[in-house]
């Protein structure tokens, strides 16, 4: 059975769109591992349009799970990374007019630049992942950098079209996740996942951890944190139980 990852960088938009001090990511993470969240998961994005310097600071003191960052393959993030030490730190793409995360990071034509964020990260004893789409040459490219781990993009089969679509996108995540595990490389995978679309995806073998946020942030506005993570955890569940 899969991991569950919960991404807290939602509430801090909340917060940030008054840029008062409520709510408080910190009090997320708490409230998701009182509901069994095995990592939390946080964007220390460039522009620090929702999580901020300090919310790292205090999570990396106060988490007692594993403690994910994405964050670029920019100078500025991966000297924080290093001063930081979370236990994960995930490489992802990253576009000042983006909403969110638009697609994986492209490792393979970015594979010097890549490759070195990969090496300075463990240099400072930091697992490091990329964020990929479930794409052969990215695969190899990814085992090529030295990176321990991989996240497969799920955004394309969340946002499919019910039916065919949707069930190529799942097709492709369930080959990628078989050759990434053939490469000797850990399988997460994560973006768009919600409570009517997970439980296909937590099925695929081979897969280390979900990476879940935006819905469960949404879920978690009328039942909690606490009780949106249990939900969350007995989807992922779901195709193991029994």
Same mark, same amino acid.
Not at 8 to 16: G, K, Y
Not at 149 to 163: D, P, Q, V
Not at 180 to 209: C, F, K, M, Q, W
């Given at each position: ?10 509430? &801090?938009?909340?917060? +940030? &769109?008054?840029r008062?001090?409520? @709510?408080? @990511?910190?009090w ?6 009182l ?5 939390i ?10 999580? +901020?310097?300090r919310? =790292?600071?205090i ?9 994910n960052?994405?964050?670029?393959? #920019? ?12 236990? +994960?730190?995930?490489?992802v ?17 970015n ?10 990260l463990?240099?400072a ?6 964020f990929?789409? &479930?794409?052969?040459?990215?695969? #190899?490219a990814?085992?090529?950098t030295?990176a321990?781990a991989?996240?497969l ?5 969340a946002?499919?079209?019910r039916?065919a679509?949707? &069930?190529r996108?799942?097709? +492709?995540l ?23 679309? %997970? ?10 951890? =979900?990476?879940?946020g935006?819905?469960? %942030? ?8 606490t ?16």
């Amino acid at each position: 059975m899969p991991r569950l990852g919960v991404n807290i960088d939602h509430v &801090a938009t909340i917060r +940030q &769109a008054r840029r008062t001090f409520e @709510p408080d @990511p910190v009090w997320a993470a708490a409230g998701a591992e009182l509901g069994g969240a095995d990592q939390i998961t946080v964007h220390l994005r460039e522009d620090r349009r929702h999580i +901020q310097d300090r919310d =790292l600071e205090i999570l990396r003191r106060t988490v007692t799970v594993r403690m994910n960052l994405e964050c670029a393959c #920019v100078d500025e993030m991966l000297q924080i990374a290093c001063q930081t030490r979370p236990d +994960q730190v995930c490489l992802v793409p990253e576009r000042r007019e983006e909403v969110t995360t638009e697609g994986g990071l492209d490792v393979a034509g970015n594979l010097s630049l890549v490759t070195d964020s990969v090496q300075r990260l463990m240099d400072a004893g930091i697992e490091v992942s990329l964020f990929i789409d &479930a794409d052969a040459k990215q695969l #190899v490219a990814a085992k090529q950098t030295g990176a321990a781990a991989i996240e497969l993009h799920t955004g394309t089969y969340a946002h499919a079209e019910r039916g065919a679509a949707t &069930a190529r996108a799942l097709e +492709q995540l369930v080959v990628a996740a078989r050759q990434g595990s053939d490469l000797g490389l850990l399988v997460d995978a994560g973006h768009g996942l919600t409570y009517s679309n %997970v439980i296909p995806v937590a099925a695929i073998h081979g897969l280390r951890e =979900l990476n879940i946020g935006h819905s469960i %942030v949404s879920r978690s506005i009328f039942i909690g944190m606490t009780e949106a993570v249990r939900e969350m955890k007995r989807l992922v569940a779901g195709p193991f139980s029994g």
